[in-house]
């Protein structure tokens, strides 16, 4: 049994979100890993932006800030270059990160900063009313788009990945705890690290779409999960609508806030 | 030799916080062992002696409402 409640504000329960909405679930497996790296509460500053999982961090415990649409990771990124020593999350969703704020994305992972993202993917603006976002599949229904999305969708982790970010890992919420510990992994590593987690919206998402109930879009994510090593042996059709899920990247680079201290000790010293 | 069968048999003990539950039925589609059920639009704990303590339901639970304590622990 997993004591939540020493991380929480339980004076804002119960959680905003809709009846079956796979945030919450993220937010206890979040809880875990942070408990199983024994981080103290005021070791954490969570930053988030504006969208359903942007509501994260009023829940938590922790220092939180919430901040303006797109904008997490610039919030995010002075705060590490100012206080290093905090871990750093940031909560984002899929319009919040890769729309709105889509130049900050591609930035701070390219300047391999060291926040930990943990970016809830649900195809969908579900706060705003269900309009499409940059990862709403093609002939997907949205309020924008009434006979479906006729546009190409970004691979958020490739994304990324194509960046320059040094870890970069996606799982959903069918799998509580291997999200866990690619968030612990996502912590412990220096540097830009991206989990993608497929988080399922049943309100403005599945129910236009009618992918059925909040048990039906998880159990979804169970028969369409490939792990990555086995997705090297399909074939592009093979992997067609399905969700490769793993430890996408786990590379070596120097990271922003290392390399600024280079300078400040180098300056220092002339 | 004589614990193993005993250790297989693990028992759990779920309660749900009923205030915040919102009747998604995670938790009950996804128990394997058919303890809860939906009740009035909330999870019910029905079956409390099937509980094999897997957890499954705890960390599906979107709303904190699960608590599954492993008996005589």
């Known amino acids: 049994m997993f004591n939540y409640d020493q991380y929480l504000r339980l004076d804002k329960f119960p959680l905003i979100w809709c009846s079956g909405c796979g945030d919450g679930i993220v937010l206890k497996s979040l809880l875990r890993a942070v408990h199983k790296l024994g981080l103290q509460k005021d070791q954490i500053c969570m930053v988030s932006g504006i969208g359903c999982s942007s509501r994260l961090p009023g829940y938590v415990d922790f220092n939180t800030l919430h901040t303006t649409h797109g904008r997490a990771l610039t919030f995010a990124t002075g705060i590490k270059m100012a206080r290093p020593e905090l871990t750093v999350l940031v909560i984002t969703g899929d319009g919040d990160a890769t729309a709105i704020g889509g130049n900050h994305y591609i930035h701070a992972a390219r300047r391999n900063i060291d926040l930990t993202v943990l970016l809830f993917n649900n195809h969908i603006y579900g706060m705003t009313g269900g309009q499409v976002s940059p990862t709403t599949a093609k002939g997907k229904k949205a309020s924008t788009a009434p006979y479906g999305s006729f546009e190409n969708t970004f691979n958020i982790s490739g994304l990324a990945q194509a960046a320059g970010a040094s870890f970069v890992a996606r799982s959903g919420v069918y799998n509580p705890v291997q999200l866990e510990n690619y968030i612990v992994k996502a912590i412990q590593k220096k540097g830009f690290s991206l989990v993608e987690i497929m988080s399922p919206c049943p309100t403005a998402y599945g129910r236009r779409n009618r992918e059925g109930t909040p048990v039906d879009m998880i159990a979804w994510q169970k028969e369409n999960s490939v792990p990555v090593a086995k997705a090297g042996q399909l074939t592009p059709e093979e992997l067609e609508g399905k969700l490769i899920t793993g430890i996408l990247v786990d590379i070596e680079r120097s990271e922003c806030r290392a390399e600024y201290q280079k300078l400040i000790d180098r300056l220092a010293q002339s | ?73």
């Not at chain 2, 048999?9 to 589609?29: F, L, S």
């Not at chain 2, 704990?45 to 599906?60: I, Q, S, W």
Request: positive net charge; proline residues 5%; hydrophobic residues 35%.
């Open chain 2, 1 to 73: 030799m004589s614990q193993e069968p005993a250790a297989k048999k693990k028992k759990g003990h779920v309660t749900v916080r009923e205030a915040w539950c919102k009747g998604c039925a995670i938790c009950v589609e996804f128990c394997p062992e058919q303890v809860l059920v939906m009740e009035r639009g909330k999870a019910t704990v029905a079956y409390p002696d099937r509980c094999t303590a897997c957890n499954l339901c705890e960390l599906r639970c979107p709303d904190f409402c699960i608590t599954v304590s492993v008996k005589g622990e």
